[in-house]
């Protein structure tokens, strides 16, 4: 173990523990920022929500001077308490006494408004029609989204349960069961209420003919990949953009690229598919084709990079046509000049850094608006390779092309002897460098089930280096800590869609159980 605060001239990332927020179940917690003194933070639950700006949202139990505890959805930088258990939530059209039963994982924007999933409890409410969608947008006020057993913007049917949530600018989207057992995915803003997107059961344009809706893929918590693709951003220039994806009764997919005009709040783009199965994989490559004739047929985690500026995707394309077969059938698509989609990478070519090894297969990928380009996870395959070291994460440098980050089985900086197992995390912030968290090979290097995860990150100058591992010890309070458990790692893929931990320069706030029990939310700046 070492302290961690000693890192950084190596060029190292600094993690520094935020001591205006630690949490413990003895009343030793940090003050909250904005309530009376005495008033302490007990727990952290879920996952935290951080802005482009550093500002986080997160729930959590707070403990009054009495040693009575609530739970509390905490917002901004330091946090502060917008709505707890006792908050009486009558100003948002709810019966008077109407109080807050639960909070899921909060989403926060770049103004520091925030959405979210909850529980309601009060009279009259049960476990059919307490569950609702709640938000502060656009001027800080809490409102009420939507509710179990209210109708849906068609008339048709009732809200039967919302799903997942996203937030960007002053656009919310929501992805919810109607009690006719369709699924729709739904948008609010504070102009038009709610607006249906796109729901199963209705038909969309989809390459030159109209295909029926089967299922939503988009905005599934449980489904997400752990990529945390971004499907629904704001762009510099104010507007929102919503990516959905589907797959129609024919067993096709397809992918919806809309958007919402704050300036006029208007929905556009939902009525037909930007790609879909036999769409051209070169169609929107302008001079830069490289894989003619061939066709694009499924696709994987399609999202823009941070901003809003660049789009990507990973594509699967028919086989038999354009010289395309079983082994090179896969290919990621990025607009690294905005609209233009081009194959940046394709299945059967040279895997970098692997000694001429080759690309198999494509999962998630991450686009960025920075030096960094992509990021994506792959399979690779040729002699030697197998299931302990076949998967891999590499990046595409705006310089120095692609190049390998990490690869299961090799060595973890930090950590001399180790191996890595698994990736658990990873992201591309938006002018930032690739970072992803990762589970360890135990029994090797000295790795046992107590320092077997850890989180790693490139800094400025394409170096891989350790931020915070479990084992590592942290001065915190005034007291060396051990790390017990990296909870953002646990955490993020069960909490909502967009939740992420970084901001737009790649810096981030992670939660953290120490094994004394205590929780702090530490700061990561990366060189």
Known sequence: PFDIELLGSDGSPEVTPDDGALAKSDGTGSQVDGEPVGTTYYGF?????VNEAGEVAGTAIIRDSGGGLSHALVVGNPPQVLVSSTTDLSG??????????????????????VAYIGD?????????????????????????????????????ANFKNPLAVSLAGQSVIFLAQTDDNQTGIYAWDNVNGVTLLARTGDSVLAGGGNKTILQIIGLQTNAASSGQSEEH?????????????????????????????????????FASTYVEN????????????VIPNARMRSFVSPGWDQG?????????????????????????????NPGELVMQVREGEAAPGTGGLVFKDFYDVMVGAGDWEFLVKADIRGAGVTGNDNEGLWAKHATNGLQLVAREGAEPPGVTGGQFRLFLKYALPGNGSPF?????????????????????????????KKVIQEGDVINVGGLDRTVQTILSLENNSSGAIGSRIYTSDGSMKLLVKFTDGLQAMVDVAVP
């Not at 639950?45 to 929500?49: E, Y």
């Not at 502060?136 to 008339?155: F, I, S, W, Y």
């Not at 320092?451 to 100058?461: C, T």
Request: with cysteine; aromatic share 8%.
């Open 92 to 113: 948002t059209g709810l019966p008077v006494g109407t109080t807050p039963l639960n909070f899921r994982d909060p989403l926060i924007n770049s103004d520091g408004h």
């Open 233 to 269: 951003v704001k762009t510099a220039g104010d507007d929102v953009r919503i990516n959905v994806m589907l797959k129609f009764t024919d067993a096709t997919q397809g992918v919806l690229k809309g958007g919402f005009n704050q300036a006029t709040s208007t929905y556009s783009g």
């Open 45 to 49: 639950n879920g996952a935290q929500a």
């Open 120 to 156: 309601i409890q009060g009279a009259g409410f049960g476990s059919f029609n307490r569950r609702c969608i709640f938000t502060n947008v656009p001027d800080g006020v809490l409102k009420l989204v939507m509710r179990q057993t209210a109708p849906d913007p068609t008339g048709a």
């Open 278 to 289: 036999g769409r051209l994989a070169d169609a929107y490559a302008g001079a830069n084709a």
């Open 308 to 336: 809003g500026t660049y789009y990507g995707l990973v594509s699967y394309m028919l086989a038999n046509i354009g010289g395309v077969n079983s082994y090179s059938d896969c290919g990621v698509f990025v607009d690294l």
């Open 436 to 464: 992803f968290g990762a589970t360890l090979v135990t029994g090797v290097g000295g790795v046992t089930a107590a320092n077997d995860a850890g989180m790693w990150a490139m800094n400025s100058a394409g170096e891989l």
